[in-house]
T-cell receptor, first 115, second 115 residues
Framework: DVKVTQSSRYLVKRTGEKVFLECVQD?????MFWYRQDPGLGLRLIYF???????EKGDIPEGYSVSREKKERFSLILESASTNQTSMYLC??????????????FGSGTRLTVV | AQTVTQSQPEMSVQEAETVTLSCTYD???????LFWYKQPPSRQMILVIR??????QNATENRFSVNFQKAAKSFSLKISDSQLGDAAMYFC????????????FGTGTRLQVFP
């Protein structure tokens, strides 16, 4: 069974901390994505990557950075966590090009609370 | 820019009845895909149905079907014979192929199913 695994289901961090959210996929997918999910706002794209060491800004990249040193791993970094970054974070991957019915696979999310 | 709009934050339906969830989108691209995803309380995003823009025939998957109106940029989801397990958040999403395939989501519709 193909999988996207997010390292933590729940996370509580303090304001100003550096936070790493990890995502690993075992499908040899080229594309990986980080979304943020908030009530009433849906899923918003933070960053995506279509190859190792490549990254592109999504719609809301401010306050975030990413790292993709290996094909299977895509990390989201909050350099200095703030309370407005309290949210659900979803990772996804897809082959390149996707264009298939089940081309996108999602992790089960990390609920981050910044206090 | 791509946008996806879901104008119904919440919907409810009686078990065994039919419900329709609305979605409109905006894109200047001619080659794209549309999706409906279901997110139950487990948070796992589950693909319900997808539609290729170049296909005129509406997609169907068992009790789920879409009404795709390309000129109107409308993509509604019809759930027939609703079941208690259909209760979830439903997200409409669009992806433009060959543009790193990033998925753009709507704000979601919470569906309640009453016995």
């Amino acid at each position: 069974d193909v999988k996207v695994t997010q390292s933590s289901r729940y996370l509580v961090k303090r304001t100003g901390e550096k936070v790493f959210l990890e995502c690993v996929q075992d499908m040899d997918h080229e594309n990986m994505f980080w979304y943020r999910q908030d009530p009433g706002l849906g899923l918003r794209l933070i960053y995506f990557s279509y190859d190792v060491k490549m990254k592109e800004k999504g719609d809301i990249p401010e306050g975030y950075s990413v790292s993709r040193e290996k094909k299977e791993r895509f990390s989201l970094i909050l350099e200095s966590a703030s309370t407005n970054q309290t949210s659900m974070y979803l990772c996804a991957s897809s082959p390149n090009p996707s264009g298939t019915a089940d081309g996108y696979t999602f992790g089960s999310g990390t609920r981050l609370t910044v206090v | 820019a791509q946008t996806v709009t879901q104008s119904q934050p919440e919907m409810s339906v009686q078990e065994a009845e039919t419900v329709t969830l609305s979605c409109t989108y905006d894109t200047s691209e001619s080659d794209y895909y549309l999706f409906w995803y279901k997110q139950p309380p487990s948070r796992q995003m589950i693909l319900v149905i997808r539609q290729e823009a170049y296909k005129q025939q509406n997609a169907t998957e068992n009790r789920f079907s879409v009404n795709f109106q390309k000129a109107a940029k409308s993509f509604s989801l019809k759930i027939s014979d609703s079941q208690l397990g259909d209760a979830a958040m439903y997200f409409c999403a669009q992806a433009t192929l060959y543009n790193t395939d990033k998925l753009i989501f709507g704000t979601g519709t919470r569906l309640q199913v009453f016995p």
